[in-house]
């Protein structure tokens, strides 16, 4: 049968799980307050270039767009995650069409991406994650487009599509050089020796040429950053902790992707696709291999589902009406228990008392408080990062206005890290304020020349104003400090710095110089 006569594409069918992923997101978008990493990559759009310390553009210019169309709210920032949550379900839904499943296979492959507690803890906050998700699912997309139907079109909009997801997150480098792996290891590899293949490697370097040059420009900062990532954060990652994770992340739904993965493998009806079970393995050996995140692979268990729900459709059939029912509130209803873990639906107070029953009865998610210091927490990381904020915001500002207007004049505020620095970005103009400056992150790359107020409203989750900076001031007191119970930021305190001397602008401009050049 060719593919012009194929059944039709279930495009209407595919829309409700969308719909229901979109609905899911809109119950905790919400809730407890802007992330750390949201305010970075919210302060992006004030300064918009074609790279940044820690990431490509792509997500600089979202955010100008969504604070533009939308407003600062946290709803607000999260309208663009949640629009890409809802095309990850719908290209899962449109994969396994391209595979050949029916409504079956797009309810159990749908179903197990918007329930499975990875995508739904990842889908739905501002940041590169589900935007790189996206573009991983696009890329398998198009390619199974295009050797479905041998339209180069596809090919050509693959190009693209690899090109934007290199301007979202670098990891798109590793999943497209497993891809092509995978298809050379296969008995597809024919497809990829014609010019047209190279012709859509030529769009995808065009459209990411200019972040590379960015890197050159500015000292490949992207280097630095995993040196730094790789010293503060990956080293302390296992391999057994990153093999045990992928066992346990996507709860139930577990049990489809890797039905998925071995029917890639050994089925006759999918060997066509077989590449994406051999991608599977590249990307997962390598991020074994370089003490990789848990959730940096997540952008490859949408094709794995789509096969899983194909092969499921097929071993189960239509007559087992039962069966069919069982199988789906498998998927469903253990990952419903488990969604307040990863998704804010709940308040504060329950959601801590979900956590301690979870600890108190489930030893297996114990990885889900296990922050990156290794310890267990009463909240996810993610939860705590989101605490806080507001109340520092504040105690800055209350500082700042206990100034005189003349001393108003001469005083600047300084934050020790992106977090403090962004969250005191965002509220700034609502707290009348001046903004932040800072040398952590890509705060450095707009920070100005000289640190020279008379006056610094200091923040910093650091004891280190006495034995650091003391010396250097003619004197300084303590104004405020976060007491949000189980924040990140809880005893981040707020000081007033009077009179530097100019060995402190020195610090701070050596300071500067070096962080310009990493």
């Not at 290209?91 to 499975?116: D, K, P, Q």
């Not at 990652?237 to 890639?264: A, H, R």
């Not at 304020?433 to 650091?462: E, R, T």
């Amino acid at each position: 049968m060719s593919y012009k006569n194929r059944k039709p594409g279930y495009s209407k069918f595919i829309l409700i799980f969308v719909a229901l992923r979109v609905l899911l997101n809109a119950f905790g978008i919400s809730r407890f307050g802007f992330h750390r990493d949201e305010f970075l990559h919210l302060v992006l759009a004030d300064h918009l270039d074609w790279g940044y310390k820690e990431v490509p553009p792509f997500i600089a210019v979202l955010a100008k767009i969504s604070l533009s169309v939308f407003g600062d709210s946290e709803f607000a920032s999260r309208v663009f995650p949640t629009i890409a949550s809802g095309l990850i379900v719908w290209l899962t839904g449109r994969i396994v069409v391209e595979l050949g499943g029916r409504r079956f296979a797009i309810t159990l492959a749908c179903l197990s991406l918007t329930f499975a507690p990875a995508f739904v803890a990842s889908g739905y906050l501002f940041q590169p994650v589900v935007f790189d998700q996206l573009w991983w699912v696009v890329t398998v997309w198009l390619f199974c487009k295009y050797l479905n139907t041998a339209d180069v079109r596809y090919l050509y909009w693959l190009g693209a599509a690899v090109g934007l997801g290199m301007l979202t997150k670098y990891t798109m480098a590793f999943f497209t050089g497993s891809l092509i792996i995978g298809i050379l290891i296969s008995k597809e590899r024919k497809l990829l020796f014609n010019k047209h293949v190279l012709i859509s490697a030529l769009i995808a370097f065009l459209i990411f040429l200019p972040n590379v040059i960015w890197q050159f420009v500015h000292h490949l900062p992207v280097i630095t950053h995993m040196k730094e990532l790789r010293a503060t954060q990956l080293d302390y990652v296992k391999p057994s902790d990153f093999i045990f994770e992928q066992l346990l992340v996507n709860g139930p739904s577990l049990f489809i992707w890797l039905t998925g993965f071995v029917f890639l493998l050994v089925s006759f009806k999918l060997r066509r696709f077989r590449y994406l079970a051999i991608a599977y393995v590249m990307i997962f050996l390598f991020l074994v291999y370089m003490d990789g995140k848990a959730y940096y692979i997540f952008g490859a268990y949408p094709m794995l589902f789509a096969a899983g729900g194909f092969a499921v459709e097929k071993l189960i059939k239509r007559s087992w009406v039962v069966l069919r029912v069982a199988v789906v509130v498998f998927l469903i209803l253990p990952n419903l228990l488990l969604l307040p873990l990863f998704l804010p639906v709940l308040s504060l107070d329950k959601t801590l008392a979900a956590f301690k029953y979870a600890s108190e009865h489930a030893e297996f998610l114990k990885f889900a408080v296990t922050w990156e210091d290794q310890k267990q927490h009463p909240l996810t990381q993610d939860y705590a990062d989101m605490l806080g904020w507001e109340e520092m915001a504040q105690k800055a500002a209350a500082a700042y206005h206990s100034l005189t207007p003349e001393q108003q004049k001469h005083a600047q505020i300084y934050a020790d890290n992106y977090g403090e620095a962004g969250a005191l970005h965002h509220y700034h103009k609502k707290y009348n304020m001046p903004d932040v400056v800072s040398l952590n992150s890509s705060f450095a790359l707009w920070a100005p020349d000289n640190l020279d107020g008379k006056y610094i409203i200091y923040v910093d989750d650091d004891d280190n104003v006495t034995a650091r900076l003391a010396p250097l001031l003619e004197s300084y007191k303590q104004t405020g400090e976060v007491l949000t119970p189980l924040a990140r930021e809880k005893g981040t305190r707020i000081y007033i710095l009077v009179n530097p001397s100019p060995k402190l602008n020195e610090v701070y401009r050596a300071e500067l110089a070096k962080k310009r050049l990493q």
